[in-house]
């Protein structure tokens, strides 16, 4: 029986330790880029701007995706569960928005492409929604939501009018088309590379120059790759192969690496950690959260 207490306590220290090690926040960002392995990125000299990154951030040195495809890794992102291919139905299970609304906190999509504000086309020009998840819960479908997916160019809602007027939402989901996120050429990874190393000199600055960046403030960044992919090979180590992750803001432990294996259920769980959610979705429930990327 003391021994059962002491390992309970223990369990119950560090489950308040990982909360504790986890910010909160109401203002985040995430960037996802496609297709590439940690080892194609880090440290290439195809991708300049994103390394000069690195050491104002924490890198996660051991991330592995959940497993491949583009909409799976990503319903794993936002819900914690992997469903199917399907992008015609609203899927019911708990998810990221749900747990945000009763809290207050707002949702945007920013989508290269998108051709219209809540649009539900599969594809246009280099935009898929395969990639737009986000958008593809019972939540998100609902009217009062759909329209918080907007074309990243709109002028009145869209991703530089909102730099422009400091008015992002709590949590941003920013998705390059598929010339900008390093997926295409995919014949081609070095020059795919370079086309999306560009597109973050053009956009993150704007991102990192909002209020809850600067200094004490409780921004956080995350630019991180939806699966790994080493030309002409697929990458599968541990599902969807070893990706960068990136976390980037006034509490991020700078130029720390953390060699600590994690997936993408482990970014749900410390969302929701830092968002203050009562219930976190799917397979963030017994996740642990990337407390090590932050400042103790």
């Not at 936002?78 to 609304?101: E, K, P, W």
């Not at 989901?173 to 295409?184: A, E, Q």
């Not at 991180?224 to 002409?232: A, L, R, S, T, V």
Request: proline share 5%.
């Amino acid at each position: 029986m003391h021994r059962r207490i002491c390992l309970t306590g223990l369990l119950l220290l560090f489950t308040l330790n990982a909360f504790a090690a986890t910010p909160r926040s109401k203002h985040i960002f995430v960037i996802i880029l496609e297709n590439q392995s940690y080892e194609r990125v880090v440290g290439s000299s195809n991708a300049p701007y994103l390394n000069s990154l690195i050491p104002k951030g924490a890198l996660a040195t051991q991330f592995y995706a959940t497993v491949h495809g583009s909409q799976l890794v990503r319903q794993y992102l936002y819900a914690g569960v992997g469903i199917g291919d399907s992008v015609t139905t609203c899927f019911t299970q708990n998810n990221l928005v749900r747990q945000m609304l009763p809290l207050g906190l707002q949702w945007k999509s920013y989508n290269e492409d998108l051709p219209s504000i809540g649009s539900w086309l599969i594809s246009y020009n280099n935009y898929v929604r395969r990639h737009n998840v986000l958008t593809d819960w019972s939540d998100t479908c609902a009217s009062s939501q759909r329209y918080y997916s907007v074309p990243f160019t709109d002028s009145a809602h869209g991703f530089w009018h909102d730099a422009s007027s400091h008015t992002f939402a709590n949590f941003n989901d920013i998705d390059p088309h598929l010339g900008h996120d390093m997926h295409s050429p995919t014949t081609n990874p070095g020059l795919a590379i370079r086309n999306g190393d560009s597109w973050l000199k053009t956009h993150v600055p704007a991102i990192l120059s909002q209020p809850y960046f600067q200094t004490g403030g409780d921004g956080q960044l995350w630019i991180m790759f939806d699966e790994g992919n080493i030309y002409p090979t697929v990458d599968s180590r541990n599902g969807g192969g070893r990706v960068m992750v990136l976390l980037l803001g006034p509490k991020a432990a700078k130029g720390y690496r953390s060699g600590t294996f994690h997936n993408t259920q482990n970014v749900l769980r410390t969302w929701g950690i830092s968002m203050g959610f009562a219930t976190l979705p799917g397979g963030a429930t017994k996740a642990g959260a990337l407390g090590e990327l932050f400042v103790h």
